[in-house]
């Protein structure tokens, strides 16, 4: 049986630093985190006491198909200069040279949608908190996209518990025919694309910000020759138990809708994995020419060639896992799959579906892609523009700019499944039905005794003899079911510690 | 031999097919084209001054 698949994401936004000749990404994200932790009060003039993100579990090297091949560069332990931990459980830090949140552990998509707004909302707050350190003629701009359109990428990346027992070349196989169809509504748009020696007149404008980065179909580089298939085998909880499933196909989405039907398709795709529930497979004959084929066919209406000769649209591919996710609820519930936000991602996958069967344009609203082309495809017009026009490729850019009065998402009309009261509250606080309700209310009440954090423990100082770390293997656990109790009842650290431990 | 095979779509019964044209779609057509427009005039409001310096200077590391 499926297990019930606990979900994150992780956001690496593009990062401008206005009015100075030399921008250094690195130092204005480490500003831009700083000047955060400052204005949110994790940080005082008298204390640096942050909670820092703990290491000693991470290994980014291991292999999920049970080796590590040894032609491949396992990816560098990557140096992070700010890296803290929020009250909501969530991490923010610089990677590489952006800035990245990861939100906290989730138990379904409506909740990721939740805590990716309230990471929106943090980047709001950053660069406002940030513009009150420098100098006035200066700015950081944070942007929600995943390409600088000069062959650059970052990433947004998903991660999906997945139960160990599950043979990872099951994963593989339907994994693929879901992350290249998905495409069709978790595009971001852009202009242009990023393959060399293709051109605009080629490709005047395509689904997705990430699939010209796409090179092998398994592998473990993130950086370098993007697989389609991410095999890190790094589960931050029982290994015996679990793996965690991460994803970097996928592009950052400044549409509710989008993000929400990404995660929530992908969640029931994985337990109909686990399950042994899809009866086909959809085996194509060149996985990577296909991702790019979706991305660059605007009518969806491309047959796309079977590995046995058979041809199949991507439209066709997700009617049929939406069949056989229909079918799988049915028959099993929706207990592993985000309870009744599930009927919810059912209901949105076929409306969604149908829309873009009928007419893509008609789903400007709920996905960027549709709402990007729509702005630029008009805006192109009424100038008379060649698509190869500069300014058509900053809007592009600025549909994702996230400072609210110049992002153009943000003047879409795009729907939202979320209300941003509570991604307000959000920003501070923790979802109440995974573990990070733990680690979110540990740093609130306790932060003087917290030292460190991570995804699956917690390091504590309460001033007797030696640091005592616990450890949180169980994503499940640590809820406000399991634990809200213990918070009521506890004045310090240190009962909390006695508690847990009798 | 092997014919092209076709996937089979789901035909639930709330999948009606597209309405036809009736005086309220048009209406509702006008109304889109209307907003469209506005945002269009909004753009160009805020649209970056100098889009080709900007677009120039929109440079990233890369990434994950």
Redesign the interface.
């Known amino acids: 049986m499926s297990i019930p698949k606990t979900i994150g994401i992780e956001t690496e936004y593009g990062i401008v630093h206005r009015g100075t000749e030399d921008p250094n990404p690195i130092a204005a994200s480490s500003v831009l985190i700083n000047a955060y932790l400052y204005a949110a009060g994790y940080r005082t003039e008298d204390s640096n006491d942050t909670v820092h993100w703990d290491f000693i579990d991470e290994t980014p090297g291991i292999d999920a198909r049970g080796y590590v091949p040894t032609a491949a560069m396992p990816p560098d332990v990557e140096t992070h200069l700010v890296n803290a931990v929020l009250t909501n459980g969530a991490r923010y830090y610089v990677d590489h040279a952006h800035p990245e949140i990861s939100t906290p552990e989730c138990a379904d998509a409506r909740s990721v949608v939740l805590y990716d707004r309230a990471a929106e909302l943090i980047a709001h707050h950053s660069m406002a908190a940030a513009s009150e350190m420098l100098p006035p003629d200066q700015e950081l701009v944070l942007y929600k996209n995943n390409s600088d359109g000069k062959g650059n990428s970052y990433g947004c990346h998903e991660n999906y518990l997945v139960d160990r027992a599950t043979p990872f070349g099951r994963i593989v196989t339907h994994c693929i025919s879901h992350f290249v169809t998905r495409q069709i509504f978790t595009g971001a748009g852009k202009v242009g694309s990023e393959i060399p020696g293709q051109s605009t007149d080629e490709v005047p404008y395509q689904i997705t910000q990430r699939a010209d980065f796409f090179e092998e179909e398994v592998g473990l580089e993130t950086t370098l020759k993007r697989p389609i298939i991410n095999t890190r085998d790094e589960p931050h909880a029982d290994a015996r138990k679990y793996r965690r499933l991460h994803v970097i196909v996928g592009d950052a989405n400044p549409s509710q809708v989008s993000t929400f039907l990404k995660v929530g398709t992908t969640a029931l795709v994985l337990a109909l994995i686990e399950d042994d529930a899809l009866r086909r497979e959809f085996i194509f004959a060149a996985p990577v020419a296909a991702i790019r084929q979706v991305s660059h066919d605007l009518t969806l209406t491309q047959p796309l060639e079977m590995v046995d000769g058979t041809t199949a649209t991507a439209l066709e591919i997700q009617w049929e896992l939406l069949d056989q996710s229909r079918k799988y609820v049915e028959a099993n519930g929706v207990e592993n799959v985000g309870g009744v936000v599930a009927l919810e991602v059912l209901d949105r996958w076929e409306s969604v579906l149908t829309g873009l069967e009928v007419d893509p344009m008609s789903l400007a609203s709920e996905l960027d892609w549709v709402a990007k082309y729509r702005l630029i495809e008009g805006y192109r017009e009424r100038h008379g523009l060649d698509w190869r026009n500069a300014r058509l490729r900053a809007l592009d850019i600025q549909y994702h700019d996230m400072r609210p009065e110049r992002s153009l998402a943000n003047r879409a009309g795009l729907e939202r499944i979320v209300d941003d009261a509570d991604a307000t509250r959000a920003m501070s606080e923790p979802p109440n039905d995974t573990r990070a309700f733990f680690r979110g209310k540990c740093l609130q009440l306790f932060s003087d005794s917290v030292v460190a954090a991570n995804w699956d423990s917690l390091v504590f100082d309460v001033g007797t003899d030696a640091l005592r770390r616990v450890p949180m293997m169980e994503p499940l656990r640590g809820t406000e079911a399991h634990v809200g109790n213990l918070f009521n009842e506890c004045d310090s650290a240190t009962e909390l510690l006695r508690r847990l431990g009798s | 031999m ?1 014919e ?4 089979r ?2 035909t ?1 019964v709330e ?1 009606e097919p ?1 309405e036809q044209a009736s005086p309220t779609a048009t209406e509702r057509g006008e109304e889109i084209k209307a ?2 427009d506005e ?2 005039d ?2 160009d409001e ?3 001054a100098n ?2 310096d ?11």
């Open positions: 092997a092209r095979e076709q996937v779509k789901p639930p999948r597209a907003e469209l945002l269009l909004e753009i805020v649209l970056e889009a080709e900007f677009v120039k200077s929109y440079i990233q590391k890369g990434g994950q």
